[in-house]
């Protein structure tokens, strides 16, 4: 039997471990590096580039190096947090034909699976070369706060990279893992999770081979990336302000600050001052100019700290939503790059009363978890009960627009859930489902997951049908069958161009929460 790998393909580096012997760890790349940047490019001639050889020309061909496309899978074009993406992205965003993002790259388009494949594929090899045999079985984590159609985009990529995904393991839960494996106490953790596009926090409860999620919340636009985003505006003020020059326009000079941004950053997590030294970012009729600027660490954390203070925020709501107090947590455990940031090392601390764990690398741990999961679940290893939530609630649009939650967020997955619904109008005899995920009253704040009709009602009074929507999520988080049945008044089942023709013929109404 082969390995299953575990992958953590993450929105800026994406790690794959293995376990052997019992052992879990990571696999280098072929350049000794235990971590791969989730980057694409398409060079000039013509050549496809992925990780590291990606990044290093980055600078030079900005507009055909894709970063971060991890922020954009499973969202629609319209999308706040795409719409603010493409104002900031040296590469081409545009929209697809589903209402999805696609991005440009050198003439040619790829929907956000394809180019989570590219990395994907990437992970692949490196294992296979490691491990000297083909690789076939993985598990892929993704942010826990990701709804269903960005893991099931997730899935997607697996399956275009030539994987089985076996599972998709939520980064804070794999985290957790790691830290329990081999552990037998009995502990309440908090795992704080910060890397360059997502944020998530978990808490979690361990004892003797049961892991089980309390609560989760999460933000997934929101991590390193954006502290390098206020860098960079720093930057192009004091630029402007000494130089009289404004670099907004000039993708080379923007790409150049973004990467002298992070270096910066990443410097001041060990140093109090970082030089940002920029020869030739500019020139005009008097000669060639050079950005130069100090940059201390004093003023990093005024340039970050609301965001920072925001992740505490949402630390405190899922404590609230776990009904657990900061003198029960046991542990807190930091995961991601951005983590090594000392205001954030503080201020966690701070709210916690106690210094996060030391025994975890932040960038290893989430692909050592799902190479531990990987394993459990083909050896049929029963000493290992997991049991997650699920992120974000679920539920349908109603009448007068408001949302009805079948299943509320924090329920422990797997999950069945049914209510009953009735009609609006008269006659009706078409009702229209659509799905939602989140935390709005409202449902066109929520995202919609999929809408769909259901037909064959009998002539009743408004009010009597009765239509029986039930949701089920799986251990993936992902939702399956969407069942939909009518048990009172059906005239019996429809085939899909029964269905369709009603959909040409009618007006359709919303559905009503039965009474
Ligand atoms: P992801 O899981 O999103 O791929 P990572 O966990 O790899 O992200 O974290 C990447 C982020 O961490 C980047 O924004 C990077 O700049 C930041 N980072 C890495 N090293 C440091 C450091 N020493 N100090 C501060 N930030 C860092
Ligand atoms: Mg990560």
């Known amino acids: 039997m082969g390995h299953v790998i575990g992958i953590d393909l993450g929105t800026t580096n994406s790690c794959v471990a293995v376990l052997e012997n019992g052992q879990p760890s990571v696999i280098p790349n072929a350049g000794g590096y235990k971590t791969t940047p989730s980057m694409f490019a398409i060079t000039q001639d013509g050549k496809r580039l992925v990780g590291h050889l990606a990044k290093r020309q980055a600078i030079t061909n900005a507009q055909s190096t894709v970063y971060a496309s991890k922020r954009l899978i499973g969202r629609r074009f319209d999308s706040e947090e795409v719409q603010r993406a493409i104002d900031v992205t040296p590469f081409s965003i545009v929209e697809g034909p589903n209402e999805d993002v696609r991005i440009e790259v050198s003439g040619k388009t790829f929907t956000c699976p394809e180019l989570s494949a590219f990395i994907l594929r990437e992970m692949k090899r490196v294992a296979e070369e490691y491990l000297g045999e083909p690789v076939q079985e993985a598990v892929v984590t993704v942010p826990a706060h990701f709804n269903d159609a960005q893991r099931q985009c997730t899935k997607d990529a697996g399956k275009i990279a030539g994987l089985d995904v076996l599972r998709i393991l939520n980064e804070p839960t794999a985290a957790a893992l790691a830290y329990g494996f081999n552990r037998n106490e009995e502990e309440k953790v908090a795992i704080y999770d910060l890397g360059g596009g997502t944020f998530d926090i978990s808490i979690l409860e361990m004892s003797d081979g049961v892991v089980e999620v309390i609560a989760t919340a999460g933000n997934t636009f929101l991590g390193g990336e954006d502290f390098d985003r206020r860098i960079v505006e720093h930057l192009l003020a004091k630029f402007q302000e000494q130089e009289g020059i404004d670099l907004r326009g000039d993708a080379m000079a923007l790409q150049r600050l973004k990467d002298a941004a992070e270096?910066?950053?990443?410097?001041?997590?060990?140093?109090?001052?970082?030089?940002?030294?920029?020869?030739?970012?500019?020139?005009?009729?008097?000669?060639?100019r050079h950005l130069s600027v100090e940059l201390d660490r004093a003023t990093l954390e005024g340039l970050v700290h609301d965001i920072v203070e925001g992740t505490l925020k949402t630390v405190e709501q899922c404590m609230q939503d776990g009904g657990i107090t900061v003198d029960q947590i046991d542990q807190v455990i930091l995961v991601g790059g951005q983590t090594r940031t000392p205001l954030v090392q503080n201020?966690?601390?701070?709210?916690?009363?106690?210094?996060?764990?030391?025994?975890?690398?932040?960038?290893e741990v989430v692909a050592i978890g799902a190479a531990i999961q990987g394993e459990t679940l083909v050896s049929e290893d029963d000493n290992l009960l997991l049991l997650d939530v699920t992120p974000l609630s679920l539920g349908i649009a109603t009448f007068g627009g408001h949302f009805a939650r079948l299943i509320e967020r924090n329920t422990t997955v797997p999950v069945c859930k049914s209510h009953i619904f009735t009609t609006t109008r008269d006659n009706q005899s078409a009702v229209k489902i659509r799905v939602l995920q989140g935390e709005s009253e409202t449902a066109a704040e929520n995202d919609l997951l999929g809408e769909f009709v259901l037909g064959g009602i009998r002539p009743a009074r408004k009010g009597e049908p009765e239509v029986d929507v039930g949701f089920d999520i799986d251990a993936n988080d992902t939702m399956t069958g969407k069942e939909q049945?009518?048990?009172?008044?059906?005239?019996?089942?429809?085939?899909?161009?029964e269905i369709q023709q009603i959909i040409e013929e009618q007006e359709l109404y919303e559905v009503q929460l039965k009474e």
Do not use: M, Q, W, Y
């Open 263 to 288: 270096k910066a950053k990443c410097d001041l997590s060990a140093r109090e001052v970082a030089e940002i030294n920029l020869p030739f970012i500019a020139s005009d009729d008097s000669g060639p």
């Open 347 to 363: 201020r966690v601390a701070e709210h916690f009363g106690k210094r996060p764990h030391k025994g975890v690398n932040p960038d």
């Open 485 to 497: 049945s009518i048990t009172v008044n059906a005239t019996g089942t429809l085939s899909d161009d």
